[in-house]
């Protein structure tokens, strides 16, 4: 199994360290716990959303973040990976916690095959790295739900990676269905914030041409790429309470919140509660993996029976966040899993 400083030392090659800048690979969180028990025949790496789109329409879209330089670099760390995989293909198994695409930002008014084919194009190296050379898992987002509608992508809902006996099991899944705005918010409260997120919807273009359910759907949550990065790790003293418990896994869909906790915690009790509601169906989730908020970050926290619980927010790679007081970066985030060892690395230092 590769380790932790075989998949830091492939990054850092891949981005050499500049004399007098930032490290080109800086850890943004860490929770090292034995207790977990995780499964540990593979590392695991978590690629958290891309948000890609047609090259037509990131220029037209003023304000988007996902530059010619981050598609380089997403393209650099990927294949740092890949090179790792080739050496050994039983030893990564890699994740896209959904959002590869950025459907509801798409302008082009195809059907929704269409779409995604068009979005793909522009972005082959990045496709084919994903898809051929890593055989990665693909997750179907909120901005991208279609894929897991589409026969050709098959994008998962969620994956249960069972642990060794006794041990823990880890969830994989985008996290808009940990998110209470998502779940209750009023199509209408969303359309509204459609018109008004300048460059999220453009003003050349009218309100009454953009899809009705895209427009409504658009995830608020985006901006958050903004705040800072650290602390890294969190710790979750109340876990809650646990809702009704059901026969099979549809709850995952149907899961809200109204709690709005502290923003190093955030979506720690939904996950707790699903962590609660799967034991009762046999499932002893420890580690729940995520992407969605566009905020890295790890909270460390505990079942209601007792036994550790950690969520991994694996951040994004498209969008902005900085550490600190320090300049906008690019928010190159990946989450990596090896053991009991879980991080986030931050990749690059690329200005926006």
Not at 58 to 75: I, M, P, V
Not at 201 to 213: G, I, K, L, M, W
Request: charged share 25%; with cysteine.
């Amino acid at each position: 199994m590769l380790t932790h400083g075989q998949i830091l030392g492939a990054l850092q090659e891949a981005f050499p360290q500049q004399e007098g800048a930032q490290p080109s690979i800086r850890l943004v969180g860490r929770c090292l716990e034995p207790a977990l028990a995780l499964q540990t025949r593979t590392a695991s790496v978590f690629v958290p959303d891309l948000h890609l789109l047609s090259h037509a329409d990131e220029a037209f879209y003023a304000r988007y973040h996902f530059t010619a330089g981050q598609d380089e670099d997403l393209q650099k760390a990927l294949s740092a990976l890949a090179r790792l995989r080739d050496a050994d293909p039983w030893s990564l198994t890699v994740y896209q916690l959904g959002d590869l695409f950025d459907f509801w930002r798409s302008r082009g008014g195809r059907d929704a095959k269409s779409e995604v084919d068009e979005i793909a194009a522009s972005h082959p190296e990045i496709v084919d790295l994903l898809r051929d050379r890593l055989e990665a898992h693909v997750l179907a987002g909120n901005h991208d739900y279609v894929c897991h509608l589409l026969s050709e992508w098959r994008a998962a809902r969620f994956f249960l990676v069972r642990g060794p006996s006794g041990g823990g099991d880890t969830l994989v899944l985008h996290g808009d269905e940990l998110d209470w705005a998502e779940k209750l918010a009023p199509d209408a409260f969303q359309a509204w914030a459609v018109q008004q997120a300048r460059g999220v919807v453009a003003p050349t273009q009218s309100f009454d041409a953009v899809d009705r359910d895209a427009a409504a759907a658009v995830n608020r949550s985006v901006a958050a790429g903004d705040a800072p990065i650290g602390p890294g790790l969190a710790v979750y003293e109340d876990p809650g309470v646990v809702g009704d418990v059901r026969d099979d896994l549809s709850f995952l869909f149907d899961l809200a919140s109204v709690s709005i906790e502290d923003g190093k915690t955030r979506f720690f009790r939904q996950a707790e509660r699903l962590a609660t509601e799967l034991e009762k169906l046999g499932h002893d989730v420890r580690c729940v993996v995520m992407g969605h908020t566009h905020g890295a970050r790890i909270v460390r926290g505990r079942r209601q029976d007792g036994r550790e619980l950690v969520l991994v927010d694996c951040g994004a790679w498209f969008g902005s966040s900085r550490f600190g007081a320090q300049p906008k970066i690019a928010s190159a985030q990946l989450g990596v899993i090896v053991g009991n060892d879980l991080r986030i690395y931050q990749v690059g230092a690329r200005e926006v």
